[in-house]
């Protein structure tokens, strides 16, 4: 079926945003919205942030004709955001593959430091910080490799994202998963909406947890978990 002349001029952007209307679905910032995306379109949106960033370094009064060195930052502002630094959004879930807990295995395991970068919703900085991750399985918990958890959380924080959102998230998703007894999750990140603008304070860090299932319940494997933890800073 050939596109109507009304969807040709019809911006990808509107297009998407209508799609996530009908399913009367949110499309908040750090929401995935890959499930609305046709093929060929990320790069037609692609097309379509550059016009628009064109825009706002006109409106910078940045003279992009002739300052060698912003004649293309529209077209790689476009593309760091939709391929880079915001591709949690637009692309699906990473593959997992999950494994039957065939050794019965029912012991505290961690993952972490896993080096996390996002951007903070309020001003689009930098979010860079360490996530540590506790899981205890029981029979029925379903195993994923060490590197997944790295994956899972690159694409949940691979969005606009508040801290304690992003967490919350992740900790969701994981628990999804595998269905382990326990799932516990601390992150720790520097926020530059701080240290670059606003109070400018070069030292602060945000620490939040998230803590499911017996974690919550029992406070001596709590204190266990956060004591296996490298001491942060």
């Known amino acids: ?119 903070c919703s309020h001003h689009f900085c930098p979010v860079i910080g360490s996530i540590w991750i506790g899981v205890l399985p029981n029979e029925h918990t379903n195993v994923i490799g060490l590197s997944k958890y790295a994956r899972l959380a690159e694409w949940v924080m691979g969005r606009p994202q508040i801290q304690e959102e992003a967490v919350v998230q992740l900790a969701d998703l994981i628990q999804e998963k595998t269905q382990p007894d326990g799932l516990a999750i601390v992150m720790e990140a520097s926020h530059y909406c701080m240290s670059w603008r606003g109070v400018k304070d070069m030292d602060s860090k945000m620490i939040n947890s998230v803590m499911r299932g017996v974690f919550l319940k029992d406070p001596n494997l709590r204190r266990e978990f956060l004591s296996l933890i490298p001491k942060k800073g």
Do not use: C, W
């Open 1 to 119: 079926m050939q596109p109507s002349d009304e969807d040709v001029g019809t911006p990808v952007s509107v297009k998407i945003r209508e799609r996530i209307a009908a399913a009367r679905k949110r499309f908040n910032a750090n929401d995935n919205i890959a499930d609305f995306i046709e093929p060929g379109e990320l790069a037609a949106l692609l097309d379509e942030v550059e016009v628009k960033m064109r825009g706002v370094l006109d409106s910078l009064v940045i003279d992009t004709d002739n300052d060698h060195n912003t004649a293309n930052t529209a077209r790689r502002v476009a593309k760091m955001y939709l391929n880079e630094v915001f591709r949690g959004r637009y692309v699906a879930a990473p593959p997992i593959t999950e494994f039957p807990n065939a050794e019965h295995l029912n012991e505290l395991m961690i993952v972490g430091p896993i080096t996390v970068r996002s951007a």
